[in-house]
């Protein structure tokens, strides 16, 4: 690699960068990763050169050569598998893993910000607005968006299983790809995470119970024919029986409040009793309207206004609203209401996503 410069023929420096195993300075990339200016990183590299007595101007060079060499590797970076393919860079495995897992690394800060919302053009250009509000550098930001996009783009028609097709495609780490995958995931289906009450639920959270919702409202298979993440439908469907449970209120109440006496003390007792009636009817309510679009997206913000801030409002801890949603369930997990098999097993498959979903957003509030 080089580069000339000159006024005249026979008047020019060169600058040669001759490499063979390609060597990475990682404390370099992550300052080409997060868009530093030079002169700034220059100053912050001044400390780490102190002992070897070299001057401004070679520091820089130093630096510009790293940056021109990530540079060039980001088109690889673009299409991770073509590491596999290409000749030009002697670059073992273990390196170009880390490459790819830096490069494709996600800021819960910034994914936060960017959940739920269309991945347009326009946003890109207010990426300064979610840097300012992160602390995190713009061009991160923008990378970081970019690769949303690109995987997005990749996957959306690829057949098969959704998460796996991001780890093959782009040789990510599973823990990695599964924040794509929930990433994607609630973009596709536009499930409400922007609204200001939901401004505490991190990004964190949001992963938890997205995957929760994935795990078990979800048909076998994770794309549909047209390569979108799908959700089982006739599922959803089936859970409007479910709402036929209130007519054995009264017989329900009774299990639940015996069920949490095996585990709660008498004021618990008490207090789970004169919630019942809400708390059952806003639970089987949920399940019944599922299946309609709206209410499917609007499924975090509902839970949090219509389960999870009544019981805070309760004044009820972490441990007792645990040992009511432990106790419910208990009672669908023994079928002591004696529902039809079927209707047991899609039950359960409901509330143990929404009983994750409470319990993770209850400790926000």
């Given amino acids: 690699m080089c580069t000339m410069t000159g006024t005249s023929p026979s008047s020019f420096t060169m600058d040669v960068l001759v490499s063979n195993q390609t060597d990475i300075d990682w404390e370099l990339f992550e300052m080409w990763l997060d868009g530093q200016v030079e002169g700034i990183c220059v100053n912050q590299l001044r400390e780490r050169y102190k002992d070897e007595n070299l001057n401004y101007e070679d520091i820089l060079s130093e630096l510009q050569n790293n940056f021109r060499l990530f540079g060039m590797l980001e088109p690889l970076l673009h299409q991770p598998n073509m590491f596999s393919e290409q000749l030009v860079w002697q670059l073992d495995h273990s390196i170009q893993r880390q490459l790819i897992g830096r490069y494709y690394a996600l800021d819960d800060s910034v ?71 929930v990433l994607i995931f609630i973009a596709v289906h536009r499930f409400e995470t922007t609204k200001k009450k939901l401004s505490n639920i991190t990004f964190s959270d949001l992963s938890i119970v997205t995957q929760s919702i994935m795990a078990n409202w979800t048909p076998g298979f994770d794309v549909d024919e047209g390569g979108d993440p799908v959700l089982d439908r006739d599922y959803l469907g089936t859970l409007r029986e479910i709402k036929n449970i209130q007519d054995r209120e009264k017989d329900h109440r009774n299990l639940f409040i015996q069920t949490v006496s095996k585990y709660g003390d008498e004021r618990l007792i008490a207090e789970a009793e004169s919630h019942f009636k809400s708390l059952n009817r806003n639970i089987l309510a949920l399940a019944s309207s599922l299946f309609h679009s709206k209410e499917l997206k609007e499924i975090f913000i509902s839970v949090l206004e219509r389960i999870v801030e009544p019981l805070a409002l309760a004044r009820f801890s972490t441990k007792q609203v645990n040992i009511m949603l432990k106790s419910y369930e208990e009672i669908v997990v023994e079928n002591l209401l004696h529902l039809e098999p079927m209707l047991k097993v899609h039950f359960i498959k409901f509330f143990s996503t929404l009983k994750t979903i409470i319990e993770t957003f209850f400790v926000r509030l």
Avoid: M, W
Avoid at 111 to 125: C, D, N, Q
Avoid at 138 to 144: D, E, G
Avoid at 149 to 154: D, E, H, V
């Fill in 111 to 181: 994914a936060r910000e960017l959940l739920g919302r269309k991945l347009s053009g326009r946003l890109r250009k207010d990426l300064d607005e979610v840097s300012e509000k992160t602390g995190v550098p713009l061009k991160s930001c923008r990378r970081q968006f970019d690769n949303i996009k690109r995987i997005f783009k990749a996957v959306e028609e690829a057949p098969g299983r959704f998460t796996t097709n991001i780890k093959n495609l782009f040789n990510l780490s599973s823990e990695l790809a599964t924040k794509y995958c």
